[in-house]
């Protein structure tokens, strides 16, 4: 009968982690203001014994899903004995209590990373792992005060779980939270590092240099992260859509808006000891970010399409725990800015303002997504009515200000630090620059569609402009002493992510301008049309699934003579546990173009309401995304990271924190 | 003034004229796509603007939901128990759509007060009301009991 007591281990455990989490905050704050060198010591085994109780926590909470303990409370209101294991086991972080479990797990994941690396003097470590102990302090009493996972069921004990959403029995969804959460949470080293470079006074170059490949690394796993997440909504939800500007998009959108700013400021503040002061305030407003978009998800403050559980208590706590954390950490800044000053001087012309107009741009569409995302919250707060802000608002924003950044993208590779002569940036970008006006601007459009439109030739003139640019850059380094061998991984790497990102202009622009949407009344044996290829529906049935019934449909795709192309064979499936629809998609993919075919509703015996999407190069927006995530974590492994400090960690903090 | 400074204000002076076109841009596409949300029985008094986008919401009457028989048309009213609204659509209805159901519908309203809808929103949970369903159906005294406890119970994450 000992399993039964896991939980009761598993919740022992997690107040243990909090016991050590304060230890980890408090030894050092207090040893570096009585300047007590050993109790700054005390940092390092306390993070470490944090993560081995939240490990232990987690571990124990993923048994009793495995063990289907629906005395549980969290176990059998997202579980069932009917489940399969694999999703037994991401229904862990299934729903809330877990998926805070998970964030705080990762949390110590990163910690333990931290305090391994060696290169770090030992005040600012002592005092970075004690912010980081602050925050898993906070959200450690949020989770056992708020949200305890292994609260019990006592003592009518349910015979079988309530199942877990069918939303997210999907190997795309058992992936995302965790890659999201390791992008929100590795924020949290950056921030800790600003902030200890702030108290500590030590704001030299060093500093940027210890958090780059942190923040790259955070940023690769935020960004594969949301793109999980879209290519899942694409699929999974069934509405063949890529992005809705829903609300908890946006607070995901948010950090990595200003985490793609914070990777470029760092580069400034370590190559040229500029803009130090506004580098460590986006490292704190990006974590402040990460913070707030968890705020609004948990707290069920918004009105998204994402039904999350109203809980004011949960709110109110996160909301005081985001204030604190902003608060106090503004405040530091307020008192130790004012010291910082820059010596260095740069040209108009110069990568440094290349860059520093990417960091404007990227802060403004921050502000824009952000106002966007809070208004509504703010109006009804406000009794000034119940809104909502419409996708045209974000997308007549949004776009024009990332095709300003599109040009910054191509312009700051090519350029020089400090300053440049208008003749040589002349000469690097003219050849780009014309090929993808006249390619671009000019004749691609009408190649491809036969007519021109505006939309569609600015969005291929910026695919190319950067793509072209990052070429010219790579090529421009090949011809060094040591050839296309002498690169370093750092220049691949932001070729990658300049590309990656070129693609994902490249799908955005071909999905949102020549995709086309079609609902349509499907009846057996009637062909409908839709982008020059006739759709038949064949015939409709039913099936049995193992936790699940399911209408069926088979639809053939046919080209304009007639040949069979591809044949659909879209569900509608019903989850018995919880009475829940759900649409199965079938999809045609390929490069150049997905067709996909939903089920609808059910209109009489012989005919269904169908989606017939046609969306062209939809995919390389997930490509792209995951090429420039990947590119981030070639960068990280750079030889300079490693070079000089030979110890360092974060290169190989950069593997072990995977596992975390 | 030194070539230095005159470089940063020439620097800030850019950022100022960014950050103002931003912000009259912003607030400009702000209040253009801004959906107010009404309740039927606000609809009904004339409280709502015709031809513009707004939200409307409320409990599917039941047996009212009648479908053109040749394409996806269909017609359904919404009530808060007070008033009706009659909702017209012609694309695919979300999954969770049933009579009974709470739900939010985007569009405008036409000269007979019927919305002509170009969105209809049910939730992913079958227990989960629509905060502002949930708000009118209470303003018009009129919350289905145990509504709320359901929703908790049954949450579902992203």
Do not use: C
């Not at chain 1, 209101?77 to 705080?104: C, I, Q, T």
């Amino acid at each position: 009968m000992d399993i039964l007591y896991l939980p009761e281990l598993g919740h022992f455990a997690l107040i243990l982690a909090l016991v050590m989490a304060s230890v980890q905050a408090i030894f050092p704050l207090a040893g570096s203001l009585t300047r007590q060198p050993l109790w700054l010591a005390y940092a390092q085994p306390a993070a470490w014994a944090q993560f081995v109780f939240l490990g232990i926590s987690f571990l124990l909470l993923a048994s009793s899903f495995l063990l289907d303990d629906f005395s549980v409370v969290y176990v059998a209101n997202n579980s069932n004995s009917a489940l399969p294991w694999f999703y037994k086991l991401s229904a862990v972080w299934g729903a809330h209590e877990g998926s805070l479990l998970l964030w705080l797990l990762l949390l110590a994941g990163w910690t333990f990373a931290v305090s391994l690396s060696k290169g770090l003097p030992a005040d600012v470590l002592g005092r970075a792992l004690s912010v980081l102990g602050f925050v898993s302090v906070g959200m450690l009493l949020f989770v056992i005060l708020t949200s305890n996972p292994f609260d019990r069921y006592l003592p009518r004990i349910p015979t079988d779980g309530a199942d877990l959403n069918p939303l997210l029995q999907d190997p795309g969804l058992a992936f995302h939270p965790p890659l999201l959460y390791m992008g929100y949470v590795g924020f949290a080293v950056t921030f800790a590092f600003a902030l200890a470079a702030l108290w500590s006074g030590k704001l030299d170059t060093a500093w940027a240099r210890w958090s780059r490949p942190w923040t790259s690394v955070a940023w690769a796993f935020l960004t594969a992260g949301i793109a999980l997440g879209s290519w899942w909504a694409y699929y999974e939800l069934g509405w063949g859509g890529w992005w809705f500007w829903d609300p908890v998009e946006n607070a995901s959108l948010l950090p990595w808006l200003l985490g793609t700013a914070l990777m470029h400021s760092l580069a400034v503040t370590e190559k040229r000891g500029l803009f130090k002061s506004w580098t460590l305030l986006l490292a704190i407003a990006t974590f402040s970010t990460s913070l707030l978009g968890f705020f609004l998800v948990r707290s069920g403050v918004l009105n998204s399409v994402h039904a999350f559980a109203n809980d004011p208590d949960r709110g109110l706590f996160l909301l005081l725990l985001l204030g604190l954390t902003i608060g106090l950490s503004l405040l530091i800044y307020a008192l130790r800015v004012p010291n910082l000053k820059a010596k260095a001087a740069y040209s108009l012309l110069s990568r440094d303002v290349f860059l520093l107009a990417n960091n404007v741009l990227l802060v403004v569409a921050t502000l824009t997504v952000l106002l966007g995302t809070i208004y509504p919250l703010l109006m009804d707060a406000l009794n000034q009515g119940k809104i909502s802000v419409g996708p045209p608002y974000f997308n007549a924003l949004f776009v024009p200000q990332m095709l300003l950044l599109g040009i910054f993208m191509g312009l700051g590779p090519l350029s020089d630090w400090k300053s440049m002569q208008w003749s040589k940036l002349k000469r690097k970008i003219w050849l780009a620059g014309l090929l993808s006006l006249l390619l671009g601007f000019a004749i691609l459009p009408w190649i491809y569609d036969g007519s021109w439109s505006l939309a569609v030739a600015l969005g291929l003139t910026l695919f190319l402009w950067i793509a072209t640019t990052s070429i010219r850059d790579i090529w421009e380094a090949s011809r060094g002493k040591k050839g296309w061998k002498g690169i370093s991984r750092s220049r691949w790497g932001m070729m990658g992510g300049h590309l990656g990102a070129a693609l994902i202009v490249l799908g955005v622009t071909m999905v949102s301008n020549y995709g086309e949407e079609r609902d349509v009344r499907m009846a057996v044996g009637e062909p409908v049309s839709v982008k020059g290829y006739e759709f038949t529906l064949v015939s409709l049935g039913q099936r049995q699934g193992p936790n699940f019934t399911a209408d069926t449909a088979v639809v053939e795709m046919r080209s304009d003579e007639g040949k069979l192309l591809k044949t659909f064979t879209p569900e509608k499936r019903l989850y018995q546990v919880r009475g829940m629809p759900m649409t199965q998609v079938s999809i045609d993919w390929g490069p150049l173009r997905d067709v996909y075919v939903a089920m609808g509703e059910s209109l009489d015996d012989q005919a269904y309401a169908m989606r017939i999407h046609y969306k062209p190069f939809v995919r390389w927006i997930w490509w792209g995304g995951f090429i420039a995530a990947f590119s981030a974590l070639l960068a990280v492994t750079d030889r300079r990271y490693r070079i000089r400090v030979p110890e360092t960690a974060p290169a190989e903090a950069g593997t072990s924190r995977q596992q975390g | 003034m030194t070539p230095k400074r005159k470089k940063k204000l020439w620097i800030l002076g850019l950022m100022l004229a960014g950050v103002s076109v931003t912000v009259g841009l912003t607030l400009f596409a702000l209040s253009s796509n801004i959906n107010l949300f009404f309740t039927p029985t606000q609809i009904q008094a004339g409280e709502a603007p015709e031809n513009r986008q707004i939200r409307a919401g409320g409990m599917v009457v039941e047996g009212s939901v009648k479908r053109d028989p040749d394409s996806l048309r269909v017609r359904f009213a919404v009530t808060d128990s007070n008033a009706q609204v009659w909702i017209n659509y012609d694309k695919i209805l979300p999954d969770l759509f049933r009579e009974g159901q709470g739900i939010v519908a985007v569009g405008e309203l036409n000269a007979d007060r019927e919305l002509i809808a170009s969105e209809v929103l049910a939730k992913h949970d079958e227990n989960y009301m629509p905060p502002e369903v949930a708000e009118a159906l209470e303003a018009a005294g009129k919350l289905p009991s145990g509504s709320q406890e359901s929703s908790e119970a049954t949450e579902a994450t992203y």
